[in-house]
C-alpha cells in the first residue's frame, strides 16, 4: 500500500506533528500558501512533493505553478489553490486537491475525490488545525482518506495582557526561523498566542508590530 499525504496552508509553519504524520507517505501534495521555500525542502527531506503557488507565495515562488495536472501512481490529480480554479469537468480527474480557506471539506463525485486538507500552519482564530492522508490499495486504487486533526495548546497568557515589545520579540524569533514551539519558549506567551502572531505576520507582508496589535484588536 501506498500513502500520500494532503497539506495545504502552511503560511511558513511546519509543524513536527506534520512530519511525524507524513514519514510513512511516498509523496506529499502541498496545495498552497506556503510562504517559504525552506518548507519545500524540509517536506522533499520526507517525500516527492507536488506543491502550487498560493496567494501568499510572492517572489520566492515564482517556479510553483499556480495549477498542475499529472499522474501519480496512475491516479489523475488535479491541484490548484483556490476552489474557484477548479476544472470545470472534475470528473476528468481521480483526485482533486484544493486549499486557501483553511477550512477542511471532502467529497466524492462519481469516484472524483475532492479534499481540502484545511490548513496545518498557524492557526486562524479558532478554526481547527488539519491534514489528511491517502491510502492507496494494490491496484493503485483510492482505499482510505484519513483527516488528521493536530490538537492546539492553550495559550499562556491573554492577549490583552501582551505589550508591543513582546510582538517585535516574536517577529525576530520569525525571522531567526526559529519554531511556534521555540518562539513561546524564548517569549513565555504560549503557544497559542505565539502561533497567532506568526500567522498575522506571515499572512501579512509588511506588517509591523503595530499593525499586528490592530489586527488583534488591541
Known amino acids: 500500500m501506498k500513502r500520500i499525504g494532503l497539506i495545504s ?73 483556490k476552489k474557484k480554479d477548479l476544472p470545470k469537468n472534475i470528473h476528468d480527474y481521480d483526485l482533486i486537491l484544493y486549499g486557501h480557506s483553511h477550512k477542511y471539506e471532502e467529497k466524492t463525485e462519481d469516484g472524483t475525490y475532492l479534499i481540502n486538507p484545511g490548513s496545518c500552519g498557524p492557526r486562524r482564530f479558532n478554526q481547527e488545525i488539519t491534514m489528511a492522508k491517502l491510502t492507496l490499495d494494490e491496484d493503485g486504487r483510492i482505499a482510505a482518506l484519513t483527516r488528521i486533526d493536530i490538537p492546539h495548546q492553550s495559550p499562556g497568557i491573554s492577549p490583552e495582557q501582551i505589550r508591543r515589545q513582546d510582538i517585535e520579540r516574536v517577529i525576530r524569533e520569525i525571522k531567526k526561523g526559529r519554531s511556534v514551539k521555540q518562539i513561546a519558549a524564548a517569549t513565555g506567551l504560549g503557544e497559542a498566542l505565539s502561533e497567532q502572531i506568526c500567522r498575522l505576520y506571515l499572512t501579512h507582508p509588511g506588517v509591523d508590530a503595530d499593525g499586528i496589535m490592530t489586527k488583534m484588536g488591541l
Open 9 to 81: 496552508d502552511t503560511h511558513g509553519l511546519l509543524r513536527p506533528e506534520v512530519t511525524e504524520a507524513l514519514g510513512d507517505c511516498c509523496a506529499i501534495l502541498h496545495g498552497g500558501d506556503i510562504n517559504r521555500q525552506e518548507i519545500l525542502d524540509r517536506l522533499s527531506e520526507i517525500a516527492p512533493v507536488h506543491a502550487v503557488r498560493g496567494n501568499n507565495d510572492k517572489e520566492w515562488a515564482e517556479h510553483l505553478p499556480q495549477m498542475l495536472d499529472f499522474t501519480l501512481y496512475g491516479l489523475h490529480v488535479f491541484m490548484t489553490h
